[in-house]
């Protein structure tokens, strides 16, 4: 058996599109451009990288792109009084500090200052709780990616066994909250989780979301598992390489041939995660005028 390989490049590319019609829409409703303001903090070179493509999928999109990059050594008073002005400005329907912050920043002192209401990455304590208790707000862009992948390829997740391996409020707890809400039997895994590979075992879907090379192995999987892979790990370049290739956290080799499904790193996960961000951008920007917001 081979496994299908669920091509999240293709469908955030057809994500990206539908959220551009909708932002055309936007415009010519709301007589202004939806926008994103994105902040950064330094110079850390992964973030960079991070900060321009999020700029370019916005514009592509249609949306107005604000970017802030401030020196590392900025205060926090400074930082907190640039959030304070993106809140006030409705102009700004989305805002997102990148993350992670130099560390003389409090990161959960500066998430707390972002209005909910423009809290697109779904970082705010106010989301996590209104995803907890099933109201709706903003939800963390990676796991509501994997939640499309599941859903489109698995339609109803209800009475599935569902084991997500990680924790982080970033992505192990929104992604096992979103499963629950569909009805899925949940079981979160950890560092501290015993037995591991028995625990995988009985998932019709694994999350995996560690950042540990190639740990799921093909012999932990059900046959037939669905496995969303949101792990990005660089490995030690091998022998004339200069940079190391890239893996999730599934040894997809082995994993192809027992699984039903399963996402690819590179191309699976990642390229979810911004075409989200820009349809949450989208959302918010439709709520902030009093719109209904476009399926
Ligand atoms: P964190 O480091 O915050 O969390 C990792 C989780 O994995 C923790 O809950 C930890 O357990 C658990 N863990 C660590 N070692 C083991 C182990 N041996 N067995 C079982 N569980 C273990 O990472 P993130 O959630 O932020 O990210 C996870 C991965 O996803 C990373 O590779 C990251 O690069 C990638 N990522 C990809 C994104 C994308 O766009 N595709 C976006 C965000 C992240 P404990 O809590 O007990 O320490």
Same mark, same amino acid.
Request: aromatic share 4%.
């Given at each position: ?39 950064? !903090? ?121 084991? !997500? ?29 015993? /037995? ?9 879907? !694994? ?39 890239? !893996? ?29 961000? +820009? ?10 005028? /009093? +719109?209904?917001?476009?399926?």
């Amino acid at each position: 058996m081979t496994a299908e390989r669920i091509n999240g490049k293709a469908f955030a590319a057809s994500l990206r599109e539908r959220v551009g019609e909708h932002a055309a829409q936007f415009e010519a409703s709301a007589g202004r451009r939806a926008g994103l303001a994105v902040v950064l !903090v330094g110079e850390d070179p992964a973030s960079q990288v991070y900060v321009r493509s999020k700029h370019k999928a916005t514009v592509a999109a249609g949306m107005e792109s604000f970017e802030h990059r401030l020196p590392a050594d900025t205060s926090e008073e400074d930082l907190l009084a640039l959030v304070a002005q993106l809140n006030a400005d409705e102009a700004v329907d989305g805002i997102l500090v990148q993350l992670p912050l130099p560390g003389h920043l409090d990161e959960q002192a500066v998430i707390a200052s972002i209005s909910p209401d423009k809290d697109v990455d779904g970082f705010h304590v106010t989301n996590a709780g209104r995803l907890a208790v099933g109201q709706s707000g903003f939800v963390p862009c990676t796991p509501l990616g994997c939640m499309m992948l599941l859903t489109e390829r698995l339609g109803d997740l209800s009475g599935l066994e569902a084991v !997500v391996i990680g924790r982080s409020n970033i992505v192990g707890k929104p992604m096992a909250q979103l499963l629950l809400d569909a009805n899925a039997t949940v079981t979160i895994a950890h560092s501290r989780t015993k /037995d591991l590979p028995s625990v995988v075992r009985r998932a019709d879907i !694994v999350v995996a979301a560690v950042g540990r090379a190639e740990m799921v192995k093909a012999d932990w999987l059900k046959e037939g598992a669905t496995v969303i892979d949101v792990g990005i790990n660089r490995l030690p370049p091998a022998e004339g390489e200069e940079k190391g290739r890239l !893996v999730g956290d599934v040894d997809y080799a082995g994993a192809e041939g027992v699984a039903g499904a399963i996402t690819p790193v590179p191309g699976g996960v990642g390229p979810m995660t911004i075409a989200v961000l +820009l349809r949450n951008t989208l959302v918010a920007a439709y709520r902030n005028a /009093d +719109l209904q917001v476009p399926d």
